[in-house]
C-alpha cells in the first residue's frame, strides 16, 4: 500500500528568510568537512607522531560506520510522523553532542600511547559522524521539499551554498589569523600545536549553533512539507527496500555511481590538501588567510546561477563546470612542474594561486548549487514513477555513496603518505625536493585525470528543462485525480 501524504499548500512562494532559514544548516557541515580534512591528518600525523596510514584508516572506519547509518536515518526519517513534523526532531537530538565530538578530537589527555591516540580518535570521529548524519539527512531533506518549481529549487539551494561558502571562507580566515599563529619555535602556523585547542572549540560552537539555529528558524516551515496522513513504522526491511527502490530508478542510479567514483578520487585527496599548500607550495598559516578572497568567486558566482540556467539546462552546466574544473586543477601543477611558476616564497605566486582560488570558487559554487538541483528534480521523477516521496533516502543514497568509497580514498590518502616516506616533524625547507615533486605529481596530475571517468556518465543524465516540466504536468494530474476521488467518496 502506497503511502499517503499531507501538507498545507503555499499561498505564496518561500521567501528570503525561509531560504536563508534553510541555507543557516549549511553551516556545520562546512566546517566539519573542512576541519576533518584539513587538520585531522595533519594534527595526528605531523604533531602528535602517530603514522599517517594508520590515522587514515582509523578515518576510513569511522566513514563506513557513518555510511552504514546513512540509510538508517533517512528511513526513520522518511517514515516518521510527529507534531514537529518527519525531520526537525532528528536535527534538534543532533545539535548539542556534534559540539562536544568535534572539540574532544583535537584535546586528546596527554600522555596517550599511539595506540590510545588512535582509540580517542576512532570514538570521537564516529560521535561526530553519526550525529552529523542525524542532523545532515533530514536537514538535506527539507531543501528539496521546500518547493516543487524547476527553478525555484535551484534558488532555494544557492541559499545553502552561499552560507556554506561564507563560513567556509570565514572560518579558515579567523584559524589562521587567530588560532594557527606562528611563533619563533614554530613558524609555520598550521604546525603549531598551541592553535588546534582554540580552533576545536571555534568549530563547535559553529557546529552546535549552527544545527540549533536553522532547526529552530525553519519550524515555521512545518506545514509546508509533506508528512504522512497516518503512522508508519520503521523497519531494517523496509530500510533496505526503501534503499532498493531508489537506485531502480536510472537516472538516480547514474547519479549514484557518478558520486561513487569522485568519491573515491576526492577522498584520496582531501586530507593531504594541506600537506600540499604546506610543502608543495610553501605556504605559511599567513599566506593561507589571503585564500579567504575566494568567496568573491563565490560571491559572484551566485547570482549567476539563476541566469545561466535560464539558457542552458543544467545538464550542460555540470559538464562544463566539471571539465573546467578538471583542467584550471592540473594546470597550476603543470606550470610548476615547467617552471613558469615563481619560486616559492615569492608574493607573485601567491597572487596567481589566490587568483586561481577565486576562479576554482566560482566554478564549484554553480557546480554544487546545479547537482544539488538536479537530485530535486529525480525525486520528482520517482515520485511519478512509484508514488513515494524518499527525500531523505535519496540523500542519505547520496552521502552513503560518498562517505563509503570515500574511506577508501582516505586510506589511499594516507597510504600516499607513507609511500612516499613523508617525513614527520620536519619544516617544509628541510622535506627532499623529491619526496616533494612526487606528492605534486600524484595529487596534481595522476589523480585528477581520473575525474574524467564520471565526466564521461554525466552525458548520459536524461531528465532535461522539458522532461522535468511533463513531470510536473502529470504529477499534478494524477494529486486532482486524487483529491477528485476523495470528494466523490
Not at 576541519?35 to 576510513?60: E, P, R
Not at 573546467?324 to 601543477?333: A, H, P, R
Request: charged share 15%.
Amino acid at each position: 500500500m502506497q503511502p499517503e501524504y499531507e501538507r498545507q499548500e503555499r499561498e505564496v512562494p518561500i521567501g528570503f528568510g525561509g531560504k536563508l532559514s534553510q541555507g543557516v544548516g549549511a553551516v556545520p557541515d562546512t566546517v566539519k568537512n573542512w576541519v576533518f580534512s584539513t587538520f585531522i591528518l595533519l594534527f595526528y600525523n605531523q604533531i602528535l607522531g602517530v603514522d599517517a596510514f594508520s590515522v587514515s584508516v582509523v578515518l576510513a572506519i569511522a566513514i563506513v560506520f557513518d555510511a552504514i547509518t546513512d540509510p538508517v536515518v533517512a528511513s526513520f526519517s522518511d517514515n516518521l510522523r510527529s507534531r514537529w513534523g518527519r525531520r526537525h526532531p532528528l536535527m534538534l537530538v543532533a545539535s548539542l553532542p556534534l559540539g562536544v565530538g568535534i572539540y574532544a578530537i583535537f584535546v586528546p589527555p596527554a600522555g596517550l600511547s599511539e595506540m590510545q591516540l588512535l582509540a580517542w580518535l576512532l570514538l570521537f570521529v564516529i560521535m561526530v559522524r553519526g550525529f552529523m548524519t542525524l542532523y545532515f539527512v533530514p536537514w538535506a531533506a527539507i531543501a528539496s521539499e521546500l518547493s516543487d518549481d524547476y527553478h525555484d529549487r535551484t534558488s532555494i539551494m544557492s541559499y545553502r551554498y552561499a552560507c556554506g561558502w561564507t563560513i567556509g571562507v570565514v572560518m579558515p580566515v579567523i584559524t589562521y589569523t587567530f588560532f594557527m599563529v606562528g611563533t619563533e619555535e614554530n613558524p609555520v602556523g598550521q604546525l603549531n600545536p598551541a592553535g588546534y585547542p582554540a580552533m576545536a572549540f571555534c568549530s563547535a560552537l559553529l557546529l552546535s549553533g549552527g544545527a540549533l539555529a536553522t532547526t529552530l528558524l525553519t519550524l515555521k516551515q512545518v506545514p509546508y512539507l509533506r508528512q504522512h496522513k497516518q503512522p508508519r513504522s520503521f523497519s531494517l526491511r523496509g530500510m533496505i527496500d526503501e534503499l532498493v527502490g531508489a537506485l531502480k530508478n536510472r537516472q538516480f542510479a547514474l547519479v549514484f555511481t557518478i558520486m561513487i567514483m569522485v568519491s573515491a578520487l576526492s577522498g584520496t585527496t582531501a586530507n593531504i590538501g594541506i600537506y600540499m599548500t604546506t610543502f608543495f607550495w610553501g605556504l605559511t598559516s599567513d599566506d593561507l588567510r589571503w585564500f579567504a578572497l575566494s568567496a568573491v568567486g563565490a560571491v559572484l558566482a551566485f547570482p549567476l546561477v539563476a541566469g545561466i540556467q535560464r539558457r542552458w539546462d543544467k545538464k550542460r552546466i555540470l559538464l562544463v563546470c566539471t571539465y573546467v574544473s578538471l583542467f584550471d586543477g592540473m594546470t597550476i601543477v603543470s606550470l610548476r612542474f615547467l617552471d613558469v611558476l615563481p619560486q616559492n616564497g615569492d608574493p607573485m605566486l601567491l597572487v596567481i594561486l589566490v587568483g586561481a582560488g577565486v576562479f576554482a570558487a566560482g566554478v564549484a559554487v554553480v557546480q554544487g548549487i546545479i547537482s544539488a538541483s538536479v537530485l530535486a528534480d529525480i525525486l520528482d521523477d520517482h515520485e511519478l514513477r512509484t508514488g513515494l516521496r524518499q527525500e531523505g533516502m535519496f540523500n542519505a543514497a547520496i552521502s552513503f555513496s560518498g562517505k563509503a568509497v570515500s574511506s577508501i580514498g582516505i586510506v589511499l590518502g594516507g597510504l600516499i603518505i607513507t609511500a612516499i616516506q613523508f617525513p614527520t616533524n620536519l619544516p617544509p625547507g628541510e622535506v627532499p625536493v623529491e619526496t616533494v615533486l612526487r606528492l605534486g605529481l600524484v595529487v596534481g596530475i595522476m589523480i585528477p585525470l581520473l575525474y574524467l571517468i564520471p565526466i564521461s556518465l554525466i552525458h548520459r543524465y536524461r531528465i532535461t528543462r522539458e522532461v522535468h516540466a511533463d513531470i510536473q504536468r502529470q504529477l499534478e494530474a494524477r494529486r486532482r485525480k486524487i483529491i477528485a476521488g476523495s470528494v466523490m467518496d
